[in-house]
C-alpha cells in the first residue's frame, strides 16, 4: 500500500513538474513575446513573485507560531508571551509597547533559540538522512505555495492569477507535492534509529494513506463542478473562478468540505491528528532525536504546511479570494480590486489558522485506533457516498 | 457490593461526534473572552494572606527598643541552623540596663533558612517575625546572610501594647505599693 502511494506521488509529481514547464503557465502577461530582453524581464518578474510568495508564506507561518501561543494562552486563561522585547523597538512609543505585548518580538527571540543552540548530531543516527529529513518536510510547503492563487487582476478584460505558476494541474500538482511533507516526517522516524520516532513515524505513514483517499475523494466534485464550464478544472484559478459571483463549493458540497477539512488536520500532523508526534505516548514522536535549527525547520515545516493547506481549502471550498458568497470583486475597479482579491485571501488564510489553533487548543487527541477506525469506516465511505451523490446529480 | 453503572446508549447525534465538537469550540471561545487568571507579577504582587511566613526580621518595639534579649532559643530551635546568635551585654548607663543582655551579632543565613517560622513561635520576647518579604536574591553566598542592622532595617516596628520592660515607676515604688 506504502509504495503503491509512493509511486503515485512520484508518478503525479513528474507529471505536474512536466506540466508547469509548459508554457502558457506564466504569472506574467499572456502572449508575451520571446525575445531575449522579455525572457529576462519574464524572468525576473517570476523569481520576484516565488520571493513574495515565500515571503507571504514563511511570515504567516512565523506569525501562527506566536498566534498559537497566544490563542493557547488566552483560552487558559493566561497572557501569553508578553514581556520579550528588543530595547531600541521597545523604545518606539506605541508601537513598541503593542508589540511586545502581542508577543510578536518573541517570534524573534525563538528563531535566534534555534539558530543559536548547539546542534547534536546523534552517533547512532543515518546521518545522511537524518540531515535530509527536515528540509525534505520545510521544501515541499513552498513549492506547494508556487500554485496557489493569491489573487486576481485583469488585463485586457481577461482575469490573470497572481500566482508564481499558474499551472493546468495545478490542484493534481498540490496535492502530490503537499503529501510529500509526509517523507520528511518517515525519513526523521526512520533515520533517527529510536523507538519513539520510529513509532512516530508509522502512524504518520499509516494516517497520511488513511486519509489521502479521503481527500482526493473530496475533491473529486469540486472538480466535476468546474469542469461543467471550465477547460481546465484541475487549474486551481479555474477553481477559484468558478465561484466568484456564485455559490462557494462549501455551500454546494458541505460534506465535501468538512471531508477535505478534516483530512486537511490530518495531513497538517494537528490535533486532533497529531498521533506522529503524540508527546504524551511519544516523547515528541518523529523529531524526538532533534534538536536545535534542525527541529526549527520541522516546527516551520509545520505551520508552512498549516498555511499552504489552508490556502488550498480556500481556493477549494471557500470562494479563494472572493469576498462573500454570491459577490466578487468588481473588474471595474481595476488594481483596488487585485489589491482587495489579495487581502481577501490572506484574511482567510489567518481565519483558518486561527481555526486550526482553537481546534488545537478544544479537542483532545484520537487514539491511533480510533483515527484508523474515523478514516476507513467513516470518512472513506462518506466520501464514496458523497462522490457518487454528485456524479448523479451532474448525470442527471 | 459492586455497583453496575448503566451507560445510556448515545443518540445519532451524540455518536455523529460534529455537536459535541462545536459545543467544545463555543466554550473555548468563551474562554477567549474571559479575565485572565495570571497575575503580572513583578508588576503586581499577589495578597498575601494573614500569618504568612516570609523572611524572618527582627523588629523594635513602640519605643524603638531593640526587643531581642539575646536568650538564643530560636538558635536553639531553628531546624535548619539558619540563626547564630553571638550575646553581648547592654549598655550598663542606658535606660533599660537591668535586662542586661542583648545580642552583640544576629545573623541569618537566608540560604539555610527554610521559613517554617519555630523561631517566632519559641521566641519569648516575640523579637523574631516573619513577614511579608519573599523575594531575596544576591550575587553571593555572604549576601544572603544577613546581619543584624538588616534584620532591624527588614523588621521595623511592631506595635505591640504590652511594654514588658517598662517600668512603669521606680521599682521601689511597686514594691512599697504591693505591701
New interface residues.
Given amino acids: 500500500m506504502g509504495v503503491e502511494v509512493f509511486m503515485t506521488n512520484i508518478l503525479l509529481n513528474s507529471l505536474a513538474l512536466a506540466a508547469a514547464g509548459v508554457p502558457g503557465g506564466a504569472a506574467a502577461a499572456p502572449g508575451a513575446v520571446s525575445t531575449p530582453a522579455c525572457d529576462w524581464v519574464e524572468l525576473l518578474l517570476r523569481v520576484l513573485f516565488s520571493l513574495v510568495a515565500i515571503i507571504v508564506v514563511m511570515s504567516f507561518a512565523g506569525l501562527s507560531v506566536v498566534a498559537e501561543r497566544k490563542?493557547c494562552a488566552?483560552?487558559?486563561?493566561?497572557?501569553g508571551p508578553n514581556r520579550t522585547a528588543i530595547p531600541w523597538v521597545l523604545a518606539v512609543p506605541v508601537l513598541g509597547k503593542f508589540l511586545q505585548r502581542a508577543g510578536l518580538m518573541q517570534l524573534v527571540a525563538d528563531g535566534l533559540k534555534f539558530l543559536f543552540k548547539e546542534d547534536p548530531l546523534p552517533a547512532h543516527v543515518n546521518k545522511v538522512w537524518y540531515v535530509a529529513a527536515p528540509v525534505i518536510s520545510l521544501a515541499p510547503v513552498l513549492v506547494v505555495a508556487c500554485v496557489i492563487p493569491f489573487g486576481v487582476y485583469w488585463s485586457n478584460g481577461a482575469a490573470m492569477p497572481l500566482s508564481v505558476a499558474n499551472i493546468d494541474v495545478g490542484l493534481l500538482f498540490a496535492l502530490a507535492v503537499g503529501a510529500l511533507g509526509v517523507y520528511g516526517t518517515i525519513m526523521a522516524a526512520w533515520s533517527s534509529n529510536s523507538k519513539f520516532p520510529y513509532i512516530g513515524g508509522m502512524r504518520a505513514c499509516a494516517q497520511v494513506i488513511s486519509y489521502e483517499l479521503t481527500m482526493a475523494l473530496a475533491v473529486l466534485p469540486v472538480v466535476m463542478f468546474v469542469a461543467r464550464d471550465a477547460e481546465s478544472p484541475l487549474n486551481l484559478f479555474e477553481i477559484g473562478r468558478a465561484q466568484s459571483a456564485s455559490a462557494w463549493f462549501c455551500l454546494a458540497q458541505p460534506l465535501g468540505a468538512l471531508l477535505f477539512l478534516i483530512a486537511l488536520f490530518v495531513e497538517t500532523n494537528r490535533l486532533p491528528f497529531d498521533i506522529a508526534e503524540s508527546e504524551t505516548d511519544l516523547v515528541s514522536g518523529f523529531h524526538t532525536e532533534y534538536g536545535s535549527f534542525k527541529f526549527g525547520l520541522f516546527y516551520v515545516g509545520e505551520y508552512g504546511h498549516m498555511v499552504v493547506g489552508s490556502a488550498l481549502f480556500i481556493t477549494l471550498f471557500l470562494g479563494a479570494w472572493n469576498p462573500l458568497p454570491w459577490l466578487a470583486w468588481p473588474e471595474e475597479w481595476g488594481a483596488v480590486a487585485a489589491v482587495l482579491s489579495v487581502l481577501t485571501f490572506l484574511v482567510k488564510i489567518a481565519a483558518m489558522l486561527f481555526f486550526f489553533i482553537?481546534?488545537r487548543?478544544?479537542?483532545p487527541r484520537f487514539r491511533y485506533d480510533q483515527a484508523m477506525n474515523l478514516g476507513w469506516r467513516a470518512l472513506l465511505p462518506l466520501g464514496v457516498a458523497n462522490l457518487v451523490f454528485y456524479m448523479l446529480w451532474l448525470g442527471f | 457490593m459492586a455497583i453496575v453503572v448503566e451507560r445510556k446508549r448515545l443518540n445519532f447525534f451524540e455518536r455523529l461526534y460534529l455537536p459535541q465538537?462545536v459545543s467544545?469550540?463555543i466554550?473555548?471561545?468563551k474562554?477567549?473572552f474571559?479575565p485572565?487568571?495570571?497575575l503580572?507579577y513583578p508588576d503586581q504582587r499577589p495578597t498575601l494572606p494573614d500569618g504568612y511566613r516570609g523572611g524572618p526580621t527582627l523588629v523594635k518595639d513602640s519605643q524603638g527598643r531593640q526587643k531581642c534579649v539575646s536568650c538564643q532559643l530560636c538558635e536553639f530551635v531553628c531546624p535548619s541552623k539558619a540563626i547564630r546568635v553571638t550575646p553581648g551585654s547592654i549598655d550598663p548607663d542606658g535606660e533599660y540596663f537591668y535586662i542586661e543582655k542583648a545580642p552583640k551579632e544576629f545573623q541569618i543565613n537566608m540560604l539555610r533558612c527554610i521559613f517554617c517560622g519555630m523561631c517566632e513561635e519559641v521566641c519569648p520576647e516575640k523579637a523574631i517575625v516573619l513577614q511579608d518579604e519573599f523575594t531575596f536574591a544576591a550575587q553571593s553566598r555572604e549576601e544572603m546572610i544577613f546581619d543584624k542592622q538588616r534584620l532591624y532595617e527588614a523588621g521595623g516596628t511592631l506595635p505591640d501594647k504590652i511594654m514588658k520592660w517598662k517600668r512603669v515607676k521606680d521599682n521601689a515604688d511597686l514594691e512599697r505599693d504591693s505591701h
Fill in positions: 490563542v488566552y483560552i487558559q486563561g493566561r497572557y482553537w481546534i487548543w478544544t479537542l | 465538537i467544545g469550540l466554550i473555548t471561545l474562554n477567549l474571559r485572565k487568571v495570571t503580572s
